[in-house]
């Protein structure tokens, strides 16, 4: 059989055209796909889609590498869903069902944890696809934003540390005026006794310009005087807090919420009774916040939890100590604990205890930490007792 070989060279011609046209093609598709894999694992996102009708379930690579699951393996919706904390699950089914329902779409962070059990914060995002009225897909990203949720805990806790800080500081401010204001009269007072003195050496003074420069002198002492009382009713004011109170409430109160935080954790109580101290309740609260919240995070790996907050009365002062049977403070720590921004801890400030310790010297207590002799911290608050006498 014999072609004409004109039409055959043509149509060499022409396939050779759609094979570089499929290649040119596959080569730009190629390229797009890479810069989306790029950036969508820079942004640590992914896309998914869900089939109604199957409930079969597409993932892009990033979604698969959000629950640490091997790309391209089988997933099941049920399987999938199982990873989720209870109440994101509940969460999102009940947004699903009604973005189903109403052909909408919603966004929700979730609380998963993958298939290697780590923990993780995923940004959801899901739109439902209609054909004919009827809702035949659901589809969207995830997005992991665990560290962005870090951060924000991060910032929740410290506003909880520093919540009092605040009204401390004001009263700095009030002091600094304040010593300011008194320097003026002080700075009178021995101006004027350094000419009194410097006339008096050379015999030039009389006994009228005498009187003079000492009465000027007594006026500013009774001016500085007066700012210093002053400054007391200021720091005796913001003193109206301080109360004659049984701690043992405001200790099992504190206990409670850290409690409530985990399910694990075990607290022991060992107060002693009939202790009153002079302190502000909610500081003095402040401080046991913070120390129950560095023992439970001592203690946050173990299969056993427990911390003991335990009082010892003694003759004028309460110890009040709070122990943990976790890992103790490390070695390089012990001395520095109580500095500012000095921590251990991946999401640490550094603050809580050096805040207690303001807090506790305000109160003209101590506090010490150490640890015990089963490993664990041990921190020591000290405050004077109140006696009615
Ligand atoms: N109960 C404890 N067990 C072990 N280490 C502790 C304990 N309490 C405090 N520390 C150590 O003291 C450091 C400072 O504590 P803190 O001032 O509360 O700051 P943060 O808790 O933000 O790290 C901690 O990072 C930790 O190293
Ligand atoms: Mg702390």
Known sequence: MELPPANLDEAVDELADHARLVREQAAVIAHY?????????????????????TEELTWTDGVYDLFELPRGSTIQRAHIVDLYFDESRREMERLRAQAIREAGSFSLDIHVRTAKGNERWIR??????QEDGKAIRIFGTKQDIT?????QEKLQRLQTEL???????????MATTLAHEINQPLAAISSYAAGARRALGSAAIDAETLDITLRAIERNAIR?????????????????GHQ??????LIREAGALAAARSQTIVIRYGLADGVRIVIDPVQFQQVVINLLQNAADAVRDRPDQEISVAS????????????????????EMLDAVFDTFTSSKADGMGLGLP???????????????????GGGACVCISLPVFRED
Do not use: F, Q
């Open 244 to 249: 004659a109170i049984d701690p043992n409430p």
């Open 124 to 129: 959801l995002t899901a739109d439902v696809e």
């Open 33 to 53: 796909k890479k810069m989306y894999e790029r950036s969508s694992a820079l942004a640590r996102i992914g896309v998914w889609e869900c089939d109604l009708a």
């Open 355 to 373: 805040i207690s310790r303001t807090i506790i010297e305000a109160h003209g207590g101590k506090i010490s930490a150490e640890n015990g002799a």
């Open 163 to 173: 919540i009092h800080v605040s009204r401390k500081s004001a009263m700095g401010v």
């Open 312 to 331: 010892t009365l003694l003759e004028a002062s309460v110890e009040i100590r709070v122990e943990d049977n976790g890992d103790g403070i490390g070695e």
């Open 224 to 240: 500085a005087g007066k700012i210093i009382r002053s400054l007391r009713a200021v720091t005796h004011e913001s003193a109206a």
């Open 147 to 151: 560290e962005e949720k870090w951060a």
